[in-house]
């Protein structure tokens, strides 16, 4: 672990063939990475699952350097912005899926379908009440007209991350399956749902869940099987599949003791590290030490920015820790390099790095961040 210049990111490439087959085990069905949880996998998750969710235009940049085969890609988003879709269009043309979240995106996809005479194959996508996806009486009107050149063969349908009770699962299945029932009824056709089911990560070492994955799996395979019976069910699935494959490592700066509480401040912080949950140090996150350190001494693990919400772990039992020693963050590849204030401070962007076996590969250099908060000179 000293090899890697910290803060940083490790990326353990192995580790994701081995997490989809967990996955696998548990449901046997198609997978889809929703690649926003981390980009910097979406290359070895492509060849691990079926199909990749790319959600921006940014996300298709990715792919194209990547060489993401377009066919694997369901191309989402709740904006598309008009060129950078054309764009899009231009590249992938019919080798991908789109979703159209609105009767907008619908027109837009159609009209650019109309005029190069080429048919595109596309997933609705259904709301669950809030700002995504189209209501139920516009979705099924978009079956009942849709031409020649766009094929809805299905719907897209996600309702949320972290899940809490697998309970939810019969509930959303019988809302698929009643807005299923009243498409075919009125002369559309379902070939595939393409579903999220927000399946939850345990972040916490100090906090048992009350029910497992496995326990959630079991009751999304019972739902979903009647629907399964009649369509192309996949899981579209980010945090769940990405969390396990990745690390933070921060090196203790300094020690101190203030008013009775011991701090151990480090060289990143919370706004380089998130969690689902994450609430001011309240929890303590599955973490170790390198090297191990003996004691019973216990921390409040504080970071580098001037705030006073920069506490990442409240009481960590990190023993008779020393300055320079390297606190390892575990189940920190989703969401957790992406969802914090990462410019605040100015602090550099952390480096990433990829294992894969003995192979160690630098994905992302140390990048200073001062230069996006400076005038621009031409």
């Known amino acids: 672990m000293k090899a890697f210049e910290t803060p940083c990111y490790i990326l353990q490439e192995d580790r994701v063939g081995a997490r989809v087959a967990a996955v696998r085990r548990l449901w046997d069905g198609e997978l889809c990475y929703a690649m926003k949880a981390n980009p910097f996998l979406v290359k070895p998750f492509s060849k691990a699952v079926q199909r990749i969710e790319v959600c921006s235009y940014g996300e298709f940049k990715i792919c194209v350097h990547e060489d993401i085969d377009p066919r694997q890609v369901i191309f989402s988003g709740v904006v598309k912005n008009d060129g950078e879709l054309q764009e899009v269009l231009d590249t992938w043309g019919d080798a991908c899926i789109y979703t159209a979240e609105s009767e907008r995106q619908y027109t837009l996809l159609a009209d650019w379908a109309r005029t190069h005479r080429t048919p595109l194959r596309v997933l609705a996508r259904l709301t669950d009440g809030t700002q995504f996806g189209m209501d139920e009486d516009v979705l099924c009107a978009l079956f ?151 004691g019973d001494q216990v921390w409040t693990i504080a970071g580098s920015l001037c705030s006073l919400n920069d506490i990442l772990v409240g009481n960590a039992p990190l023993g008779a820790v020393e300055i320079g020693d390297r606190i390892v963050f575990e ?48």
């Not at 349908?157 to 009770?165: I, L, N, P, S, V």
């Not at 698929?176 to 070492?205: A, K, N, Q």
């Not at 602090?347 to 005038?375: C, D, F, I, N, Q």
């Open 144 to 294: 009942r007209r849709q031409g020649p050149w766009i094929h809805l063969q299905g719907i897209h349908y996600f309702t949320g991350t972290m899940k809490r009770k697998p309970a939810v699962y019969a509930k959303e299945m019988a809302e698929l399956t009643r807005v299923c029932e009243r498409i075919e009824g009125e002369g559309g056709r379902i070939d595939e749902i393409e579903y999220g089911p927000g399946i939850g990560v345990d972040y916490f070492s100090d906090r048992t869940p009350k029910v497992t994955e496995s326990e959630f799996f079991a009751a999304l395979s019972e739902a979903a099987a009647p629907l399964r019976q009649k369509y192309r069910v996949t899981l579209e699935m980010g945090r769940a599949l990405a969390a396990p494959c990745g690390e933070y490592v921060s090196r203790i700066v300094d020690c101190k003791r203030n008013r009775g509480t011991g701090y151990v401040l480090i060289d990143g912080g919370s706004h380089q590290l998130h969690y689902d949950g994450m609430m001011r140090g309240m929890h303590v996150p599955y973490l170790r030490t390198e090297p191990k350190r003996e």
């Open 331 to 378: 189940k920190a590849g989703a969401y957790a390099m992406d969802e914090g204030p990462a410019l605040f401070l100015s602090h550099e962007l952390p480096a990433v790095y990829r294992v894969s076996g003995e192979t160690v590969s630098v994905l992302r250099e140390r990048t200073a961040a001062w230069p996006l908060h400076t005038e621009r000179r031409l």
